[in-house]
Antibody, heavy 119, light 109 residues
């Protein structure tokens, strides 16, 4: 059974770069036709789709985040990553990685990891 | 980008039916999917492609769509259905982007 697991620092200083990795187990990340996504949720608020990466490296970003976002994939390690630069307190959230299938739904999610932006 | 609007909260008596709506122009072109999120947990897909349930989701969950509105119906709500529910669909202005609804808190009385 496919599982996703987020990892990375839980505390990031303002203006620095937030970096997270999602490790995929139980299946190959290069298996079509899945996309691999990042979704976040600020404390007490709703879900926000951030962006997608395909195993080939093709990426799609939420327009309002595009200038600060980078999502990449490493098929050799079976993982994909998120970088958000120039973070502020507004980037404090639980960050989820998820798989999107061919019907454009997020069918498998990681457990989420809390990232706090604070000095 | 498109927006998806949901009522912030609804309540339902145990065993009764509750309908959760999601409105947005993008729903005229794309089906909504629905996610259930319990406190401290990751969201779980409950309905996709308007009215399909993943394996393991009880058949008391169903979906429908008309015009710019998608609806998630829980028929015979159980205590364990108390959760936040989010709709999601492709962005009508960019179909490689996705939008979540504002979320609905369902309380089972």
């Amino acid at each position: 059974q496919l599982q996703l697991q987020e990892s990375g620092p839980g505390l990031v200083k303002p203006s620095e770069t937030l970096s997270l990795t999602c490790s995929v187990s139980g299946g190959a990340i290069s298996r079509s036709p899945y996309y691999w996504d990042w979704i976040r949720q600020p404390p007490g608020k709703g879900l926000e789709w951030m962006g997608s990466v395909y195993w080939s490296g093709a990426t799609y970003y939420k327009p309002s985040l595009r200038s600060r976002l980078a999502i990449s994939v490493d098929t050799s390690k079976n993982q994909f990553s998120l970088k958000v630069n120039s973070v502020t307190a507004a980037d404090t959230a639980v960050y989820y990685c998820a798989r999107m299938d061919m019907t454009h739904v997020f069918d498998i999610w990681g457990q989420g990891t809390m990232v706090t932006v604070s000095s | 980008s498109s927006e998806l609007t949901q009522d912030p909260a609804v309540s339902v008596a145990l065993g009764q039916t509750v309908r959760i709506t999601c409105q947005g122009d993008g729903l005229r072109n794309y089906y909504a999917s629905w996610y259930q999120q319990k406190p401290g947990q990751a969201p779980v897909l409950v309905i996709y492609d308007r009215n399909n349930r993943p394996s393991g989701i009880p058949d008391r969950f169903s979906g429908s769509s008309s015009g710019n509105t998608a609806t998630l119906t829980i028929t015979g709500a159980q205590a364990e259905d108390e959760a936040d529910y989010y709709c999601n669909a492709r962005d009508s202005s960019n179909d490689h982007n996705y939008v979540f609804g504002t979320g609905t808190k369902v309380t089972v009385l």
